[in-house]
């Protein structure tokens, strides 16, 4: 331990934020730009995968439910690295640290697009999780300690739309991609952007002193029960609704797991003097409330982003490239709004600007919450349109929110901490979700089971006109009866997952409403004014 006070200066130097009045070079600007470029490819390659899962799955040989894990490898990964990326900023710097994981990104990202079969492909993504995940705190740590706080709100408007836009446009871009070249090209695509932040990176920022030392004062022990805890959890929230929950002893030991690795994390950053990320600012009042609201976006952000694509591939049967179509319309009015309300945020209590956007976000989930079988692009558009103003007010805010009153040297953490709990958040949200949607859906056909029977009229005319239909296209009575009665089958299930995603868009848009409730214990909050660096 004696050396980590011998070091901590110059570790945390990077983190010192600039004075409020400075000018800020076009240097420094290239480096924020570049990191909210990573970010943006980062939280892309979360979602990137759905709209192609069934072409790399038979690619692969490889099954719906084995296909999970392509997704669920790389959230583990991600969420593991996460906490660790302060840490490891100290180490190696932040020049060093961001140019090394984007080359080993860029790489993994490869590697997947020549997976051979499926396990290579899940090790693939587990390692592209590793080294991408870090790409997300980084781009809000590069706002918090390169940028004037008069300059903040931007940056922090430009981190807001990485992390709306990105759930969003994953499915388009994937579909598009795929359609047009071929799944491998998903992978591909992050060698683009992925160059353009190296060479950001490389040309804004100045290299800084190694601190390998520091790894071997590491809290390895904390580091060790926090990748079992958070690993743990994200698996049982990945898989239990596959699994059928606690029915399974997978589940179970992934479950005890998670809350082994969880406590264990929690004590051992208590008792320890340096931890790799201060746990201690959960006990600030507003950085809790901020966390509570990430977590609760993350579950309405990557919740719709799963509940829309599903419902318009299932019952309207739109190919990807049409989902694509109808999913942009959350994502590209957001980059015309986002200038708009970091402005206002530095004159109107964040709270009220939150308050909005949280109404106008879980308005539109209500909206779609009244879909039928014929609901699609025209119907949907208004929802899309009201969701993509909504969701900057949160997410801007909550980022300020989350930074008030943060020490320079805790922004590592800080921005570790909010952006690991909207992850686990969006897990949860689809975890919770896929349950609601199997559970909504067998409730919702044994009703109409009991008021679509053989002695109900409307039933009998039905299936009589069917038959008849069947009859007249050269089928044989029976054969033609029995196409009838698989027909009214077919119906009723439609029926019932269109109410099921009604039900789950319902239950999103109460999570959203209901977390008003608990932004008003945060204090009053304007865009960082001398913010982020000190306590107000």
């Given at each position: 331990?004696?050396?980590?006070?011998?070091?901590t200066?110059?570790?945390l130097?990077?983190?010192?934020?600039?004075?409020p009045?400075?000018?800020?070079?076009?240097?420094?600007?290239?480096?924020v730009?570049?990191?909210?470029?990573?970010?943006?490819?980062a939280?892309?390659?979360?979602?990137?995968?759905n709209?192609?899962?069934?072409?790399?799955?038979?690619t692969?040989?490889?099954t719906?439910e084995?296909?999970?894990?392509?997704?669920?490898?790389?959230?583990?990964a991600?969420i593991?690295i996460?906490?660790?990326?302060?840490?490891?900023?100290?180490?190696f710097?932040?020049?060093?640290?961001?140019?090394?994981?984007?080359?080993?990104?860029?790489?993994?990202s490869t590697?997947?697009?020549?997976?051979w079969?499926l396990?290579?492909?899940?090790?693939f993504?587990m390692m592209q999780g590793?080294?991408g995940?870090a790409?997300?705190?980084?781009?809000?740590?590069l706002?918090m300690?390169k940028?004037?706080?008069?300059?903040?709100?931007?940056?922090?408007?430009?981190?807001?739309l990485?992390?709306t836009?990105a759930?969003?446009?994953?499915?388009?871009?994937?579909?598009?991609?795929?359609?047009l070249?071929?799944?491998?090209?998903i992978?591909?695509?992050?060698?683009?952007p992925?160059l353009?932040?190296i060479?950001?990176?490389?040309?804004?920022?100045?290299?800084?002193?190694r601190q390998?030392?520091?790894?071997?004062?590491?809290?390895?022990?904390?580091i060790?029960?926090?990748?079992?805890?958070?690993?743990?959890l994200?698996?049982?929230?990945?898989e239990g609704?596959?699994?059928?929950?606690?029915e399974?002893?997978f589940?179970?030991?992934?479950?005890a797991?998670?809350?082994?690795g969880?406590?264990g994390w929690a004590?051992?950053?208590?008792?320890?003097?340096q931890?790799?990320?201060?746990l201690?600012?959960?006990?600030?009042?507003?950085f809790?409330?901020?966390?509570?609201?990430?977590?609760?976006?993350?579950?309405?952000?990557?919740g719709?982003s799963f509940l829309l694509?599903?419902?318009l591939g299932?019952i309207?049967?739109y190919?990807?490239?049409?989902?694509?179509?109808?999913?942009m319309?959350?994502g590209?009015p957001?980059?015309?709004?986002m200038?708009?309300?970091?402005?206002?945020?530095s004159?109107v209590?964040?709270?009220?600007?939150?308050?909005?956007g949280?109404?106008?976000?879980?308005g539109s989930?209500?909206?779609?919450?009244?879909?039928d079988a014929t609901?699609?692009?025209d119907?949907?558009?208004?929802s899309?349109i009201?969701?993509a103003?909504g969701q900057?007010?949160?997410?801007?805010?909550?980022?300020?929110?989350?930074?008030n009153?943060?020490?320079p040297?805790?922004?590592?953490?800080?921005s570790?901490?909010?952006?690991?709990?909207r992850n686990l958040?969006?897990?949860i949200?689809?975890?919770l979700?896929?349950?609601?949607?199997?559970s909504?859906?067998?409730?919702?056909?044994?009703?109409?089971?009991e008021?679509?029977?053989?002695?109900?009229?409307a039933t009998?005319e039905?299936?009589?006109?069917?038959?008849?239909?069947?009859?007249?296209r050269?089928f044989?009575?029976?054969t033609?009866?029995?196409?009838?009665?698989?027909?009214?089958?077919?119906i009723?299930?439609?029926?019932?997952?269109?109410?099921?995603?009604?039900?789950?868009?319902?239950?999103?848009?109460?999570?959203?409403?209901?977390?008003i409730?608990?932004?008003w214990?945060?204090?009053?909050?304007?865009?960082?004014?001398?913010?982020?660096?000190?306590?107000?």
């Open positions: 331990m004696a050396s980590t006070t011998h070091d200066p110059a570790a130097k990077p983190f010192a934020p600039p004075a009045g400075e000018k800020v070079s076009a240097r420094t600007w290239m480096a730009a570049a990191g909210m470029l990573g970010a943006f490819m939280v892309l390659d979360i979602q990137i995968t709209s192609s899962l069934k072409d790399i799955l038979g692969l040989s490889a719906q084995e296909g999970s894990w392509i997704a669920t490898a790389y959230l583990v991600e593991i996460i906490p660790m990326t302060g840490l490891m900023t100290r180490v710097g932040m020049r060093a640290y961001m140019i090394g994981t984007t080359s080993l990104f860029l790489l993994c590697l997947c697009g020549f997976a079969n396990p290579s492909m899940i090790v993504r590793f080294t995940g790409l997300i705190p980084m781009a809000m740590t706002v300690a940028l004037p706080a008069t300059k903040r709100a931007t940056g922090m408007a430009i981190f807001g990485t992390a836009l759930p969003s446009m994953g499915p388009t871009f994937g579909g598009y991609l795929s359609e070249y071929g799944w491998p090209s992978f591909y695509i992050n060698w683009g992925g353009l932040l060479a950001g990176i490389a040309l804004g920022l100045d290299k800084e002193k390998l030392n520091l790894l071997y004062n590491a809290d390895w022990l904390g060790a029960f926090m990748a079992v805890g958070l690993g743990s994200t698996i049982f929230l990945e609704n596959s699994k059928d929950w606690f399974s002893s589940i179970i030991t992934f479950a797991l998670a809350i082994i969880l406590l004590v051992t950053g208590a008792l320890r003097k931890p790799f990320v201060n201690g600012l959960y006990g600030q009042r507003n809790f409330a901020a966390t509570a609201l990430s977590m609760a976006m993350g579950m309405g952000l990557y719709s694509p599903l419902y299932q309207a049967g190919s990807p490239m049409q989902i694509g179509e109808v999913i319309w959350a590209l957001q980059l015309f709004i200038p708009f309300v970091a402005k206002l945020s004159k209590d964040n709270r009220i600007l939150c308050t909005f949280l109404l106008l976000f879980g989930c209500f909206m779609n919450a009244y879909m609901t699609g692009y119907q949907l558009l208004l899309q009201v969701r103003l900057p007010f949160v997410m801007l805010t909550l980022s300020n929110f989350a930074m009153g943060i020490q040297k805790d922004m590592p953490s800080a570790s901490l909010i952006n690991m709990t958040g969006g897990s949200g689809i975890a979700l896929a349950t609601a949607l199997t909504r859906e067998h409730f919702h056909s044994q009703r109409l089971g008021s679509v029977t053989g002695f109900a009229a009998q039905r299936l009589a006109a069917l038959t008849q239909s069947f009859l007249s050269g044989d009575s029976a033609a009866g029995d196409m009838a009665l698989k027909a009214i089958d077919g009723v299930r439609r029926e019932a997952y269109v109410m099921a995603y009604n039900d789950g868009f319902f239950l999103v848009g109460a999570v959203l409403f209901g977390c409730g608990v932004l214990f945060s204090d009053k909050v304007k865009a960082p004014s001398g913010g982020g660096g000190g306590a107000h």
